[in-house]
């Protein structure tokens, strides 16, 4: 998986819990991105970064947000979660234009 | 609103056959097309992937066709193997905008004995 790991890997959380997803790379990539994906959509742009602390909206960004502090991590976080958060999460990093490669995945169970 | 329209949802084929994937884009800023493959359990790999100054690449037995006046793209497999069984997602980028890849709905094939 590139040098990408996400964790935790398993999750089930209450509805209202703030969760936070992490993403770590030793690759050095300069793009971090987040996706979820769900069945019938394949995945969706959350969020993504294109450097320390730059970061900008995806296509299904509400409810959720994110940080870069450092190069090689990249937090997802959702602040109140809810059912319709149940999904896989996956992380990407790139560092050539559109070549992204993706972590493990991290399966989010909100009850 | 789904840029990228991918077709057929699931396909079954016997062992050596050469299963097609297709897909459409709208937005004609997009300059690169990648093909991933995502086995249960696991995250989606990168395949093969092709930019529109070309019609055609091949990477072993997985072949991109390209038809820029059309806005579509398909995946070939040749002599398609049991161990192909994946689902498939095409997508699109526009690489320069942060590189954002935008997906397909995905194609989950099975590559039956």
């Known amino acids: 998986d590139a040098g990408i790991t996400q964790s935790p890997r398993h999750k089930v959380t209450e509805t209202g819990t703030p969760v936070t997803l992490r993403c770590h790379q030793t690759e050095n990539h300069r793009y971090m991105y987040w996706y979820r994906q769900d069945p019938g959509h394949g995945l969706r742009l959350i969020h993504y970064?294109?450097?320390?602390?730059?970061?900008d909206k995806g296509e299904v960004s509400d409810g959720y947000s994110v940080s870069r502090s450092k190069t090689e991590d990249f937090l997802l976080t959702l602040e109140s979660a809810t059912s319709s958060q149940t999904s896989v999460y996956f992380c990407?990093?790139?560092?050539?234009?559109?070549?992204?490669?993706f972590g493990p995945g991290t399966r989010l169970t909100v009850t | 609103q789904q840029q990228v329209k991918q077709s057929p949802q699931s396909l079954i084929v016997q062992k050596g056959g050469i299963p097609i994937i297709n897909c459409a884009y709208e937005n004609t800023a997009f300059d690169y097309f990648p093909w991933y493959q995502q086995f249960p359990g696991k995250g989606p790999a990168l395949l093969i992937a092709i930019r529109p100054d070309v019609s055609e690449k091949k990477e072993g037995r997985f072949t991109i066709s390209f038809n820029k006046s059309a806005k579509q793209f398909s995946l070939h497999i040749m002599d398609s193997q049991p161990g192909d069984s994946a689902t498939y997602f095409c997508a699109a980028s526009n690489t320069g905008t942060a590189s954002k890849l935008t997906f397909g709905t995905g194609t989950r094939l099975q590559v039956t004995l």
């Open positions: 990407a990093i790139s560092e050539r234009p559109g070549e992204q490669y």
């Open positions: 970064s294109y450097g320390v602390k730059d970061t």
